[in-house]
Nanobody, 117 residues
Framework: QVQLVESGGGLVQAGGSLRLSCAAS????????MGWYRQAPGKLRELVAT???????NYADSVKGRFTISRDNADNTLYLQMNSLKPDDTAVYYC???????????WGKGTLVTISS
């Protein structure tokens, strides 16, 4: 089992920045790709960015050039640096970890990000 705990959410004005963190614990040796997803009110959960254990990244078009995903494998922590934030970025942000063995991914409980205009 893997436990994921997000932190760093909050209320920021448009144009501002936030840095989200996700601390992983438990069977961390089983983690392959990690990612950030978000869910805005009344909308489906969507991919924000993913990163493989080797550091290969993938971003949603809506955040390219503004968000940066990174991970510290030694510290078992995933990060999301968010710059030039927009009101449309308002959502609950979730951390996700996939296992080398496959199966259902692990999810954190989420952290709320609110961007005021």
């Amino acid at each position: 089992q893997v436990q994921l705990v997000e932190s760093g959410g909050g209320l920021v004005q448009a144009g501002g920045s936030l840095r989200l963190s996700c601390a992983a614990s438990g069977s961390i040796f089983s983690i392959s790709t990690m990612g950030w997803y978000r869910q805005a009110p009344g909308k489906l959960r969507e991919l924000v960015a993913t990163i493989t254990r080797g550091g290969k990244t993938n971003y949603a078009d809506s955040v390219k050039g503004r968000f940066t995903i990174s991970r510290d494998n030694a510290d078992n922590t995933l990060y999301l640096q968010m710059n030039s934030l927009k009101p449309d970025d308002t959502a609950v942000y979730y951390c996700r970890a996939d296992s080398w063995a496959g199966g259902m991914p692990y999810w954190g409980k989420g952290t709320l990000v609110t961007i005021s205009s």
